[in-house]
């Protein structure tokens, strides 16, 4: 199992304006990161 580190700012990027594609990647890869955790295939720390 994966442990990984989210900083803190991320958590708030679904939250930003999804205009540029730079931003909707990150926003996929936090919400693909969060899906893993609640699936308990990466633990978060």
């Known amino acids: 199992m994966y442990r990984i580190y989210l900083n803190n700012c991320c958590f708030n990027r679904p939250y930003d304006d999804q205009v540029q594609q730079r931003i909707i990647f990150e926003t996929q890869a936090k919400l693909y990161i969060q ?3 609640l699936n ?3 633990e978060l720390f």
């Open 40 to 42: 308990k295939d990466i």
């Open 35 to 37: 899906e893993q955790v």
